[in-house]
């Protein structure tokens, strides 16, 4: 093996590893150590095998620590399979490692029903216990969800698990619990409270509910007093609130651009906009066919009437909505021209100009 050039005291050898430390470091300020003044550096061999583990089969890095064994290099091996969940070649390397406790761990192991439970298992013996204890509670809900779906309406213990659901974020279970118990008010209240609002109105419009504008309304007040107004952006798109969305940040590029900001960023805020305007057209669309398709009405009656229905929602916003890719065209246009004058096409420049005076 090539030697090592380092400054580094050898404290000891062993399982293939120097464990080194940087006096000079140490003496420095020998009454608060950096931990980095202690070091472990691996062997030839061991390289080799992590090396091996990395980059083919575990068959053919058996057969590598086959030919040149050592009891540190099987540990290396069993733990590797392990961790990829390998448990018939961990056991080998058990077995060539001479660990009976390995050997029992991989047995109980592979006893468990599910791969979830195994995961936890193996998370737990390499002390990884925060992983463990994810991988434990998601097991646990996803159970918790199989059973919340198997019961049957208006059972006593659907309320309880929707509550439990609602505790960790899980905003779909939870209201398919609540609803099948009959507790429309509550899922509603767990879409406001998870900030799910697009399932908030999703249910408002289906039973009848009100308040729930009210609540969003109140709620993005809350966010743009303090001047959160991506936050509100945010918000109103996820509730589909599309042209609300569309409108401040129609607003936020005005204002970016009396301030002097970098065109390029200012043309993005518009094409946002205009982007926030077409999902609107498209969310309007998707429910005249949603209707269409129940039957409750005739096709041409329900096309005519999502005409109506968007003509009165943006009866207030039609400038927007009639303009809504124009500052991102106006930009657009005016980096084009720039670009042509500075690359000596200026002529080119002159007519992309002209079209600039229309905006």
Not at 119 to 145: G, M, N
Not at 286 to 291: A, F, I, L, N, Y
Request: charged share 30%; net charge negative.
């Amino acid at each position: 093996e090539e030697p090592m050039v380092s400054s580094a005291s050898i404290c000891s050898f062993k399982d293939l590893q120097v464990k080194a430390v940087l006096m000079d470091e140490v003496m420095k300020d020998p009454e608060c150590p950096n931990e980095d003044v202690v070091f472990d550096m691996d062997v030839k061999s061991l390289r080799d095998t992590r090396q091996f583990l990395s980059h083919v089969t575990f068959q053919d890095s058996f057969q590598f620590i086959h030919d040149n064994p050592h009891p540190r290099l099987w540990r290396l091996l069993a733990e590797s399979a392990l961790e990829k969940l390998e448990y018939d070649m961990a056991e080998k390397a058990f077995v060539c490692y001479h660990d009976y406790q390995g050997i029992q761990f991989i047995k109980r192991v592979k006893r468990l029903d599910t791969a979830e439970k195994q995961r936890v298992e193996v998370e737990s013996y390499f002390k990884k216990f925060d992983d463990a204890e994810r991988h434990y509670i998601l097991e646990e809900y996803e159970e918790l969800e199989k059973l919340s779906n198997s019961l049957p309406e208006n059972h006593p213990l659907l309320e309880s698990l929707a509550d439990q659901f609602v505790t960790v974020g899980m905003c779909k279970p939870a209201i398919t619990a609540y609803l099948k118990c009959h507790k429309i008010k509550a899922a509603l209240d767990c879409c406001v409270e998870l900030n799910q609002w697009d399932e908030a109105t999703t249910l408002s419009a289906q039973y009848g509910m009100k308040g729930v504008d009210n609540l969003l309304d109140k709620y993005a007040r809350t966010l743009l007093d303090t001047n959160r107004i991506l936050s509100t952006i945010q918000l109103y798109r996820k509730a589909k609130y599309y042209i609300e969305a569309a409108q401040l940040l129609d607003k936020i590029a005005r204002i970016s651009q009396d301030k002097g900001f970098s065109p390029y960023k200012i043309k993005k805020m518009f094409v946002l906009c205009g982007i926030l305007v077409e999902e609107y057209h498209n969310y309007i669309k998707e429910k005249q066919v949603t209707r269409t398709e129940s039957g409750k009405k005739d096709e041409v009656h329900s096309t005519l009437q999502g005409l109506l229905e968007e003509d009165s929602n943006v009866s207030s916003h039609t400038s927007l909505v009639d303009t809504a890719w124009r500052g991102a065209e106006a930009y657009h246009l005016y980096m084009l021209a720039q670009r042509q004058l500075y690359n000596g096409y200026t002529e080119d420049s002159m007519k992309t100009t002209l079209l600039l005076q229309s905006y």
